[in-house]
Protein backbone atom coordinates (compact mmCIF):
# COMPACT_ATOMS: atom_id res chain seq x y z
CA UNK A 1 0.00 0.00 0.00
CA UNK A 2 1.66 3.47 -0.60
CA UNK A 3 1.58 5.95 2.22
CA UNK A 4 0.29 9.28 1.91
CA UNK A 5 2.97 11.93 2.67
CA UNK A 6 1.93 14.14 5.54
CA UNK A 7 3.16 17.94 6.57
CA UNK A 8 3.10 19.41 9.64
CA UNK A 9 3.06 23.56 9.83
CA UNK A 10 3.16 24.47 13.65
CA UNK A 11 5.48 22.93 15.81
CA UNK A 12 4.02 23.53 19.08
CA UNK A 13 2.13 21.15 21.97
CA UNK A 14 -0.40 19.39 19.34
CA UNK A 15 1.81 18.88 16.49
CA UNK A 16 3.59 16.64 18.88
CA UNK A 17 -0.03 14.91 19.63
CA UNK A 18 -0.66 14.84 15.68
CA UNK A 19 3.12 13.71 14.62
CA UNK A 20 2.42 10.82 17.94
CA UNK A 21 -0.62 9.80 16.77
CA UNK A 22 1.10 9.99 12.45
CA UNK A 23 3.28 7.52 13.27
CA UNK A 24 0.88 4.37 14.28
CA UNK A 25 -1.29 5.12 11.08
CA UNK A 26 0.45 2.34 8.64
CA UNK A 27 -0.93 4.58 5.48
CA UNK A 28 0.44 8.07 6.68
CA UNK A 29 4.14 9.12 6.80
CA UNK A 30 5.53 12.62 7.88
CA UNK A 31 7.93 14.32 4.99
CA UNK A 32 7.96 17.52 6.27
CA UNK A 33 7.47 20.19 8.51
CA UNK A 34 7.55 24.16 8.93
CA UNK A 35 7.85 26.69 12.12
CA UNK A 36 7.88 30.21 12.24
CA UNK A 37 9.95 29.81 14.86
CA UNK A 38 13.60 27.32 13.56
CA UNK A 39 14.55 26.77 17.00
CA UNK A 40 11.11 24.42 17.58
CA UNK A 41 12.79 22.52 15.20
CA UNK A 42 15.46 20.81 17.88
CA UNK A 43 12.02 19.62 19.70
CA UNK A 44 10.94 16.60 17.87
CA UNK A 45 13.15 13.64 16.81
CA UNK A 46 14.01 14.06 12.72
CA UNK A 47 12.72 11.04 11.32
CA UNK A 48 13.47 11.43 7.39
CA UNK A 49 11.47 15.06 7.51
CA UNK A 50 12.42 17.84 5.72
CA UNK A 51 12.38 21.15 7.36
CA UNK A 52 11.32 23.43 5.79
CA UNK A 53 11.43 27.72 6.26
CA UNK A 54 8.85 28.99 3.75
CA UNK A 55 5.28 27.78 4.31
CA UNK A 56 3.96 27.84 1.08
CA UNK A 57 6.83 24.99 0.29
CA UNK A 58 5.16 22.91 2.61
CA UNK A 59 1.77 23.57 1.75
CA UNK A 60 2.90 23.44 -2.43
CA UNK A 61 4.23 20.13 -2.10
Keep these: ?11 GFM ?5 R ?6 EA ?5 WSKFP ?5 FEVRGWTWVQDQEVL ?3
Excluded: C, D, Q, T
Design 1 to 11: MEKVGVGIAGL
Design 15 to 19: ARVHS
Design 21 to 26: ALVEIP
Design 29 to 33: KIVAA
Design 39 to 43: EEHGK
Design 59 to 61: YRN
